[in-house]
């Protein structure tokens, strides 16, 4: 049971980084990138940031080392608003790796998503695309329920609308840590059906089949 994601057909590995409070360090993540790398993994998906907005060169030769081991780095952009990415997903454009791709948070009108009137997701020169994530409903290992109404996006079906769900099968956040794996698994998804993509093809397929604005 779950929900049906963007990929399938892939290998999963689930890096945990942060705590209960969602608190961590760069050391923990370069050894999660580092391990990713160790495992031959193709994607990552980086739904996680720096509250400060600070380089970090460990950090950015750690996934300078992913971008050497042919592995695309797709991180969400931050959630503050701002006219730039939060960093990791700021390594791609102003610091050149490649490998990165930088993801900005839609909502159901393919717009800028708002938490709030005085906060939304950060955008700019170093963000490359925007997907959806406003009200994504996702897997959360607890024992609660959670009213899954009003939701933004229309489907074929009514999924759980105004139903009392436990919320260990299902949650609906918001968010570019929802938008990024978005992307992640598009590019996974790709890379199954032709594992000879390399990550700069990957890369540009995906950025030439978004909308221009």
């Given at each position: 049971?779950?929900?049906?994601g ?6 999963l590995m689930?890096l945990?980084?942060?705590?209960s409070?969602?608190e961590g360090s760069v050391?923990?993540?370069i ?7 160790a495992m ?6 980086a739904?996680?940031g720096?509250?400060d ?5 460990p950090l950015?030769?750690?996934?300078q080392?992913a ?5 695309l ?12 990415a939060?960093?990791?997903a700021?390594y791609?454009?102003y610091?050149?790796?490649n490998?990165v791709?930088?993801?900005?948070a839609?909502?159901h009108?393919d717009?800028?998503a ?5 906060s939304?997701?950060?955008y700019?020169y170093?963000v490359d695309l925007?997907?959806?994530g406003m009200?994504?409903l ?5 024992n609660e ?6 939701s933004d996006?229309s489907?074929?079906?009514?999924v759980l609308?105004g139903?009392d769900?436990?919320v260990?099968?299902g949650?609906?956040?918001s968010?570019?840590?929802?938008a990024a794996?978005?992307v992640?698994?598009?590019a996974?998804?790709?890379w ?6 390399t ?6 397929l995906?950025?030439r ?5």
């Open positions: 049971e779950g929900i049906a963007v990929c399938w057909n892939v290998s689930a945990r980084i942060l705590d409070d969602g050391n923990d993540a050894a999660a990138i580092d391990y990713a790398i031959g993994a193709n994607v990552i998906n739904s996680w720096t509250y907005y600070l380089y970090s060169q950015f030769e750690a996934i080392r971008e050497a081991a042919g592995i780095f797709v991180a969400g952009a931050g959630n503050d608003g701002y006219p730039w939060a960093y990791p700021a791609g454009r610091y050149g790796l490998n791709i930088s993801v900005m839609t909502d009108n717009n800028r708002y938490w709030s009137l005085d939304a997701s950060n700019g170093d925007g997907a959806p009200f994504i996702s897997t959360f290992p607890t329920t959670d009213a899954m109404t009003d996006y489907t074929d079906y009514d609308e139903d769900v436990p260990a099968q949650r609906s956040i968010g570019t840590s929802a794996p978005h992640a698994g598009a996974a998804l790709m199954s059906v032709n594992p000879n993509f990550h700069t093809q990957i890369k540009q995906i950025l089949s978004v909308d221009k604005t």
